[in-house]
Nanobody
């Protein structure tokens, strides 16, 4: 399983970026594709994912109302639209995938078997 994240870059605070994760064949149930992020010296933290069964999307509290998760099953991509970016959003963003992720484990890094290489997002103040 190969995942490819792209779309990162440098943006000013208040700006927007759209990340994309190429995950061909992995954007439908039973697969879950999630976004995590990591800053230097810290563990990866959950950003967003879609529950495989109900289609409901969960977000980290820190990004609710600013980030939007979407998927394009025809293209085999999962996207993360990031608006009103803040300097604290600066991180390497990863997409991760695994089959049969239960809802209670959606935000757990250990629930995902496959990871993309990450894309750097830098938000300047």
């Amino acid at each position: 399983v190969q995942l490819q994240a792209s779309g990162g870059g440098l943006v000013q605070a208040g700006g927007s970026l759209r990340l994309s994760c190429s995950a061909p064949g992995r954007t439908r149930s039973p697969w879950t594709v999630a976004w995590f992020r990591q800053t230097p010296g810290m563990d990866r933290t959950f950003v967003a994912a879609m529950h495989r069964s109900a289609g409901r999307i969960s977000y980290a509290d820190s990004v609710k109302g600013r980030f939007a998760y979407s998927r394009d099953t025809a293209k085999g991509t999962v996207n993360l639209q990031m608006n009103y970016l803040k300097p604290e959003d600066t991180a390497v963003y990863y997409c991760a995938a695994s089959p049969s992720v239960i809802s209670s484990s959606l935000a757990s890094e250990t629930a995902y078997a496959y990871w993309g290489q990450g894309t750097q997002v830098t938000v300047s103040s």
